[in-house]
């Protein structure tokens, strides 16, 4: 998955804001807890994606982030000693010891597979929808070097992903036994190093060694900019303002206590609406 | 003041044996197009690394004497700040381009230099006009082809105006047509900025005629520094190896070799004035190949579809024959490297079948990938290795440690190493296997590939090797063979896919290599010598 130019708003908007929106959505993943609030966030999340043109994109974060949030649900269930309705008895296992899994340890550990599963969506959105380099640009002002190994870090992934399919290529073109995955290991790591020493060679001969600190760019704020910047205050205003409000009361120890209220229902709504009123306007979102 | 000048310049790598550079003093003018010539190993590379800074700066190592550019002594600047002065382009076009969209990386040189915002905007659409990207811009690098992304990383080199140029084999990743293109841009930007232009080229039939002067490196020393003319005689009378296929040619028929096609071809006109009139009347006589009798390799109505995307192969039909040596050529993206991985099974058609009458072997682009064991002797069997020319001496060493051309035999005898014994291979395939190769190498490998039993197919942008190595050549575009035959069929008519002789020839006799070529006008000249 890598950054492409794409015709929607988000991708019209500079990278501070893109990435004010999508830091944003992750801090309210992060401060909800309530399944509802949290389950309402993750779907405006994947519609934010979709509004941007990259459905495609998350539906593969997705896809990877599942596994994962079944996997933190079977391990809180399993490893959480909490919870007062028991709903199934292992008995005593071997390194686990006693193991009673709980109503409220599995219900909490799903709370903190979506919260996984938002997270990742957040990331993928931010990946797909804002521009790397005017990221780097926004952040090389206060450490250059910091911010174009970032940069590079994430380009590198997709080049990395390349030639390592390449490499498994190679081995199944070789007859006989396959190589130990410590030889390919081994294999891979020199191909790497191999890589990134032609990337610095390339950096140098492009001044990079004597960089000087860039100079202010100053563009005039777009709809876009402002919309998203916008969204981005008030996703946390709803999402830390109703959690301090106690608008979306969520416990899951001792006994489970998760009510769906009207005040949940608001939060939902208000979230939804904030993450995603800025897709409605679509004037000059081509570049 | 000189663009580039280097004065008894020694230099070593750190761990070498020997030195890369080994007391070299050029001076180069500022405007000049100069291009190194010389094998694998001679110091061309090591020489731009000079000039930019990158040695001994980057790579360390010891370094004798002195070396200016633009005026600035690398001794005391670093690559960094000679980037404003020095431009570079290197071999890979996909490890040099370091941002996310080709705006970006044509922004990033003049970014660390601190221009301003406007300077660096206008400075950008300069270099797009330039060299014909603007419509690449905001495109992301990811997705750029391998010609587009060199032109790219030519654009971030020259977006500072720096007044030296230097390439690093800028052409040996690209297909003949993006090659071609390069060199004109080049010399275009020559001479329309008097920039100076400092080129490293295996395969100087592309650039030679474009250049002031050639500089020939053996064994880090300037063995020639000359105008291509008379370089061109030095490299007929003591480094043939070096010599273009046209100035070959007309070395073998006595007349003072000269760079280029157009060149040529009035060379010969000085000599047989009426060659015009009867090279075109000069018909090949070639055999079709034989499509009948038992089959090493068969593809039948074959399409490779991709989901939400082009068909790459489109009911491809093909069938080759046992020991057949089959050169596979077209332009990037018609189909050549699916073509061989479908038929070692590393993908399968969408529709159609292909039947091989044994195991097909394949040999990727990057022989490196193939290599994971800390010895050569444990990589392949000794029967392997003695069939790629590669015997006990090489045993112990690490595979890392091998030049290009060995590692490229080593990953040969991998593939061809089977269990079931030598005559278990049927097929053998190669993609690309001479990128980065000087011509002794290609001439190697074109001998031990033909040595061998198995069919060979090799998918290549090179004519000149496919002339040395193929009986047949099949012609991709779009995914389907437009063009079936003989090596003198397909190539001799050709403008980018045929050979330097055969251009100048006008595919007369089907020649293809300087000795056929040679021969043909020898013929000509005692027909016309009887008729007179």
Known sequence: MSYRRRASPLHAARAGAGCAYCLALAIAALTLSNPIALGALTLTIAAAGVGAGVGRELRGAAVFAAPLAVMVTLVNALVTRDGLTVIWRFGNLPVLGQTD?????TAYGAIL???AVALILCAALYTAAVDPDQVLRLFRRVSFRSALTASLATRMVPILARDSRRLADAQRCRPGP?????????ATTSGVLDRALDVAAALEVRGYGAARRPQRVRRPYSRHDLAFGAAAVAVIAVAIGSRVAGLVPFQAYPSLHAPAGLGTVLVAAALAASALLPFADRRGIER | MSALELERVTYTYPGAGRPALDDVTVTIAPGELVVLAGASGSGKSTLLRAANGLVPHFYGGTFAGRARAAGMDTRDHGPGELAAAVGTLFQDPETQVVMGTARAELAFPLENRGETPAGVARAVEEAALALGIAQLLDRPTAELSGGELQRVALGAALAGRP???????????LDPVAGDELIATLRRLNEDSDATVVIAEHRLERCLAAADRVIALIDGRIACDAPPSEFLSWAARSQPALCTPGATLLHRLGLPPVAGVKRARAALRGTLPEVDEMLPAYEAKTHSPQRRGPRALRFDRVWHE?????????SLSLTIGPGERVALMGRNGAGKSTLLRHAAG???PTRGRIEASGRVALLLQNPSDYLVHETVAREASAAALATVGLDDSFAGRHPRDLSGGEKQRLALAIVIDDPAGPGATAVLCLDEPTRGMDRALKDELASLLRSLDAAV???THDPEFVAAFADRVVLLAGGAPIADGTAAEVLARGTYFATETARILGGAGGALRPEQGAAVLQRLTRADEVLA
């Open chain 1, 101 to 105: 899994v709980t109503l409220e340890a």
């Open chain 1, 113 to 115: 597979g979506l919260r």
């Open chain 1, 178 to 186: 396959r190589p130990s995955r410590a030889q390919l290991l081994r």
């Open chain 2, 163 to 173: 007044s030296l140029i230097v390439l690093d084999e800028p052409t040996s990743q």
């Open chain 2, 306 to 314: 991709i989901a939400d995307g082009p068909a790459i192969l489109r």
């Open chain 2, 346 to 348: 590393l993908m399968r």
């Open chain 2, 457 to 459: 197919i090799v998918a």
